[in-house]
């Protein structure tokens, strides 16, 4: 499908970096990308040309680096493409951006590069939903399922699933199309070998469905929340298990008056840390009280809770009231600030289990700690066996899909013929939205490629 319009964006993430490339597709790139060169020679077809990039107007250089020019249709779009390989100031890059769209280019949208690579034929959907899947990896399984996705045939599952219904719906259009044709054995033959089909239709969606749960859960990853009493040293440790200051630290009991998450890796799986508000004694204060009620309930949603103590105060009584509160869940207690002191001989038996003395400011202990919530965040996260990723999009069709076969199964005996058509017919449907087939571009461009980053 020819597109009138060439688009540009930044390809690369936005922030300082080495390198920052803006990449042009469209009839058009070519000539933007020599009026940027202009008075040198001429640019060389998949070949890295070093380049002065200048403002066409202004005449002002702009940056030197690489351009990349690729003729259609042997390029990622199908299209005419370039990319500009430069300096990764942000500032820079903007120039240069905005350059490209005084020459004529147009911004592009949300997976605009990608949505013109399905278009070209060069992408199934299906692949398509692969690279985002890639970009947005979090853990190893995740970034394994979409490599499949994206390097093999990902179509296939589904595309016996629309097999089997088709065959189903020929069978019970049969003998509504050649009525002469058939006796009513042979009808009721046909609606045998049709229900016969509709189930094995069932019991390949139900084993996609399942693909669709562990991709779920595969996103979501293992929610690990940091909780203990004020200033014990909670936002400490979140900062050094990032090791960034995400968190305000302060001596300042109740600094962190609301949850804070970030995502870490841990074991080659996604996890969220979050750091709560302390959970301290009964507070007359409203703001803490509300803080430390929306801990509370963080600790009811979390899948691991990492229990912070104080090495210096011991255990205290609304401490215990935590405790108890973990006690369901997957938990480790941590005893900071032991480079103050060591931990109290007698704690571990307050507590009840085995604790860890560390120091989060000092990074005493850490790596054992690591090494300690790796292991539970591996027991969480379970053992993947989905045979493919399934992303939200596709589970929903492959429900509408499942409800019709059950539709159609349960009044194949008593349904008349033009009612189990259109069951089978729905659910084809829906088997060929989810492959692409039969979508116009413009829904396509709404409803997978708005949750792609722009120069994608």
């Not at 060439?6 to 058009?28: E, K, P, Q, V």
């Not at 931990?343 to 009840?352: I, N, R, W």
Request: proline fraction near 4%.
């Amino acid at each position: 499908m020819p597109h009138v319009s060439t688009i540009a964006a930044l390809a690369t993430a936005r922030g300082s970096s080495g390198i920052g490339i803006i990449r042009l597709s469209g009839s058009d790139s070519w000539t933007i990308a020599k009026q940027l060169t202009t008075d040198q020679p001429a640019l060389v077809d998949r070949m890295a040309n070093l380049r002065r990039i200048w403002n066409p107007t202004t005449r002002e250089l702009l940056d030197q680096g690489i351009v990349l020019p690729m003729r259609g249709p042997r390029s990622y779009t199908g299209e005419d493409t370039v990319e500009l390989q430069l300096h990764g100031s942000p500032l820079l890059l903007d120039s240069v951006l905005g350059a490209c769209l005084e020459l004529g280019a147009e911004l592009a949208r949300p997976g605009e590069f990608t949505f013109r690579a399905l278009l070209a034929g060069k992408l199934s959907l299906l692949q398509a939903e692969a690279v985002r899947d890639l970009v947005d990896a979090g853990s190893d399984e995740e970034l394994s399922l979409a490599r499949k996705s994206l390097f093999t045939d990902a179509s296939q599952p589904f595309r016996e699933v629309l097999s089997l219904i088709t065959k189903s719906l020929a069978s019970v259009e049969g003998p509504v199309d050649f009525p002469d044709q058939f006796t009513e054995e042979d009808e009721a033959g046909a609606l045998r070998g049709a229900t016969s089909l509709a189930a094995e239709a069932h019991a390949d969606i139900q084993k996609l469905l399942a693909d669709a749960q562990t991709t779920a859960r595969l996103r979501h990853g293992v929610t690990v929340v940091i909780a203990g009493a004020p200033n014990v040293g909670k936002s400490s440790l979140m900062n050094a298990l990032l090791k960034y200051p995400r968190v305000i630290v302060s001596d300042i009991p109740g600094t962190t008056r609301d949850s804070v998450a970030e995502e870490i890796l841990l074991g080659g799986h996604r996890v969220t840390l979050v750091d709560t508000a302390g959970i301290g004694a009964t507070s007359a204060n409203v703001l803490d009280h509300l803080a430390g009620e929306h801990a509370a309930q963080s600790i009811e949603r979390a899948d691991i809770v990492l229990i912070v103590l104080d090495a210096e105060t011991g255990l205290q009584r609304h401490e215990r009231d935590l405790l108890d509160r973990a006690r369901s869940l997957p938990h480790l207690v941590a005893v900071n600030k032991i480079d103050a002191g060591p931990v109290p001989a007698d704690l571990e038996a307050e507590v009840g289990e085995p604790v860890l003395g560390i120091s989060a400011t000092e990074g005493i202990e850490l790596d054992a700690l690591t090494d300690r919530l790796t292991k539970l965040v591996e027991t969480a996260a379970g053992t993947v066996a989905a045979r493919q990723m399934v992303t939200h999009r596709q589970a929903a069709e492959l429900t509408i899909a499942d409800r019709a076969l059950g539709d159609f199964m349960n009044s194949a005996a008593t349904a008349p013929a033009d009612i189990l058509t259109y069951l089978l017919g729905e659910a084809r449907e829906a088997m060929q939205r989810l492959l692409g087939e039969h979508i116009a571009p413009d829904e396509i461009l709404a409803t997978v490629f708005s949750t792609f980053c722009i120069g994608k």
